[in-house]
């Protein structure tokens, strides 16, 4: 479980009408609307200027499926300033994991990114979100395809022990346009033979394939183009993807989602939803 524990008091109660105010030196007192808690940070890592990992404390009450997201933020001129988070840790974990990007002038990020450990974080109390194993059919192998900051909610699919209930081979994509930012996924799936629920099935049964498109690195190019082309199944040895024995979860920028959609589309996939399971889900990492 989680290293991470932190001895403030957790700011959640039983329905109150207001969340009480933060034991924080210097933190804001104004209420918060009952739709939200106050949690705290317990660990902050930046991997480059505009990329960075924290967690917060859990409340008791917090329930989610891995792969889903939630509104978090701060208080700012004593008003929320909430925007959506993939969680980036698995259902399980004690504390809750994100990972962000520092968008230039972004109203929350430009203050997010001064988050220290002890800080207030504001997040609401319902999580929601379609990249969920709930809405997809079984089958034998799981492509997860993400670009930038849409391999957060990978990271928690690849610590929740049901993905390797589900399917035999789970095959990760990360594609960001320098080397330095596929950092972040390359720590949590290094990390998976450490993990105490997954670490033994998930080495064997999960494969990373990262590419850049605007730096030199070991592999480069989309991943539209690859999956396209077969490169990927080329490079990676594998059979290319077949409707009957494959799955797909697709997270990113609008029009790299368009774009892979479009590839698996084409391949015959139907698009799932949790009403409705199928072949493929999708969802957006940031409105853009
Ligand atoms: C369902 C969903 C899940 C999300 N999950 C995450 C997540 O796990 N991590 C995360 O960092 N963001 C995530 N986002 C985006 C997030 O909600 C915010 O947009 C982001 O934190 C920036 O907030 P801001 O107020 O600083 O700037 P905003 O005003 O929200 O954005 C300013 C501009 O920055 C760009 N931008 C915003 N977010 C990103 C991003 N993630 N990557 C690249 N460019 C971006 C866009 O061009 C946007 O127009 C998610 C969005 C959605 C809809
Ligand atoms: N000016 C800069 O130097 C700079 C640097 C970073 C970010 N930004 C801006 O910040 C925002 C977010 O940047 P980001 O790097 O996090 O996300 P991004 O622009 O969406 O790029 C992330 C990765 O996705 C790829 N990609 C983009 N569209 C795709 C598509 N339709 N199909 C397949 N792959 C696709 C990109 O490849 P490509 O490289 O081929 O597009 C890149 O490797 C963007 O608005 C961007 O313009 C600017």
Redesign the pocket.
């Known amino acids: 479980m989680s290293k991470f524990r932190f001895p403030f008091q957790r700011a959640t109660a039983s329905k109150p009408s207001v969340v009480a105010p933060s034991q924080a030196p210097g933190a804001d007192f104004a209420p918060l609307p009952s739709n939200l808690t106050a949690e705290r940070v317990l660990h902050v890592q930046h991997y480059t200027d505009r990329l960075f990992r924290f967690s917060i404390t859990r409340p008791t009450s917090f329930r989610f499926r891995a792969g889903e997201?939630v509104m978090i933020g701060l208080r700012t001129d004593g008003r929320p300033?909430l925007?959506?988070?993939?969680i980036?840790s698995p259902p399980w974990d004690d504390a809750l994991e994100?990972?962000?990007?520092?968008?230039?002038?972004?109203?929350?990020?430009?203050?997010?990114k001064h988050i220290k450990v002890g800080d207030e974080v504001l997040m609401a109390h319902k999580p929601t979100?379609t990249l969920v194993l709930d809405a997809l059919t079984p089958a034998k192998r799981l492509f997860l395809f993400s670009t930038?900051?849409?391999f957060?909610?990978f990271a928690s699919l690849l610590r929740e022990p049901e993905t390797y209930v589900k399917f035999d081979k789970v095959i990760v994509t990360h594609t960001c346009r320098e080397e330095s930012e596929l950092r972040y996924s390359e720590d949590t799936v290094n990390a998976l033979p450490d993990d105490p629920l997954v670490g033994e099935a998930a080495p064997l049964r999960v494969t990373r394939y990262a590419t850049c498109t605007q730096d030199t690195c070991r592999r480069a190019g989309r991943i539209t183009d690859l999956v396209s082309s077969g490169a990927m199944f080329d490079d990676l040895a594998i059979a290319p993807l077949d409707r009957t024995h494959d799955r797909a979860m697709i997270?990113g920028?609008l029009p790299f989602i368009h774009d892979m959609q479009l590839v698996l589309t084409n391949a015959g996939f139907v698009e799932g939803s949790n009403a409705s399971p199928a072949d493929f889900v999708v969802?957006?990492?940031?409105?853009?």
């Open positions: 997201f300033l925007r959506a988070y993939s980036a994100f990972y962000s990007i520092i968008a230039p002038n972004g109203p929350l990020t430009c203050r997010l979100g930038g900051t849409g957060a909610p997270c920028s969802e957006k990492a940031f409105v853009g």
